[in-house]
């Protein structure tokens, strides 16, 4: 098995709405806001390749939103997801299996285009799966006020019509397919109904996609929990379980929304679980 760091495109979000209840005066010393108040948010997938799989964990936002719609977000750098595919010698028509931890426009936007003459929607990567579950759909598909903006029905009912879309089940601690083991998944509902967050055993370091539990190496800290959470008190017991095994085990954190930081591990101080070390993909892993 062979993993890839795969950037899709960077934005900015407002950072009050990043980390709720905590005042700017403290989370700007690690997350910098500009003039509107902005912070930088990287939209950071993972590429799997295990013998004839090639597994790509969420899809960033895509491109088939309207001007206006990207306006809200100031996306910045040049990154995207074919010219990162690109670069590693990939194609996203290479793609067996697309896994979204859940489905706000910003993990699974990417997973739908226009068709080619712009009449209506198609899946993105043609020869993959496309893999949620069950309750998270139910969610996504019957949205509550607070998150329907977050619930774009052009992401969502395409993936449906596809006959692409598989359901993991809940039961299942593992994501497996072609009968293939390929990465255990932590379930999570504190952000949305059933987040779904891979974990990999990868040259023998444990490494956990962290999605939207701890989205920055800003948001290690227990109370630095985001606005935009639907239960932030179940965040922070999810939380605080993971950070406690995470440094007890010397996990990496992959970070999916961190612009300037790849990895970290944790460990623990007077104050509680801190950042340790970071790290770049290639300082842990090495070059693929």
């Not at 930088?40 to 790509?56: F, K, P, T």
């Not at 496309?130 to 006020?145: D, G």
């Not at 497996?176 to 109904?193: A, C, P, Q, Y």
């Not at 999605?211 to 932030?232: C, K």
Request: proline letters at 4%; a negative charge; one cysteine or more.
């Amino acid at each position: 098995m062979k993993i890839y760091p795969v950037e899709t495109g960077n934005f900015k979000l407002d950072g009050g709405a990043m980390f709720g209840v905590v005042p700017k005066t403290i989370w700007q010393k690690t997350n910098p806001a500009d003039a509107n108040n902005l912070i930088d948010i990287a939209a950071r997938s993972l590429l799997i390749e295990n013998g004839d799989q090639l597994i790509l964990v969420d899809t960033g936002m895509g491109n088939k939103q309207s001007d206006k719609f990207f306006s809200y977000y100031n996306r910045w750098g040049d990154f995207t997801l074919d010219k990162s595919l690109n670069n590693l010698g990939f194609h996203r028509d290479d793609i067996t299996d697309v896994f979204l931890t859940h489905l706000h426009f910003d993990h699974c936007g990417g997973a739908i285009q226009w068709n080619k003459d712009r009449t209506g929607y198609e899946p993105a990567f043609k020869n993959a799966r496309f893999w949620s579950n069950e309750k998270h759909w139910k969610w996504a598909t019957q949205p509550n006020p607070r998150e329907k903006a977050s619930f774009l029905t052009e992401n969502l009912m395409p993936l449906q019509e596809s006959g692409q879309l598989h359901f993991i089940k809940e039961t299942e601690t593992a994501f497996s397919s072609n009968n293939s083991l390929d990465f255990d998944i932590r379930f999570v509902n504190g952000h949305t109904e059933k987040q779904m967050l891979p974990q990999f055993t990868y040259k023998e370091k444990t490494m956990v996609f962290m999605a939207d539990l701890i989205p920055t190496v800003g948001h290690i800290p227990l109370p630095y929990v985001m606005g935009y959470d639907t239960r932030p008190l179940l965040t922070m017991q999810e939380k605080e379980r993971f950070l406690n095994e995470a440094a007890e085990n010397h996990y990496y954190l992959f970070f999916e929304h961190d612009a300037h930081n790849q990895l970290c591990t944790l460990k623990h101080t007077e104050r509680g679980i801190r950042l340790d070390q970071l790290f770049t993909f290639n300082e842990v892993f090495g070059q693929n």
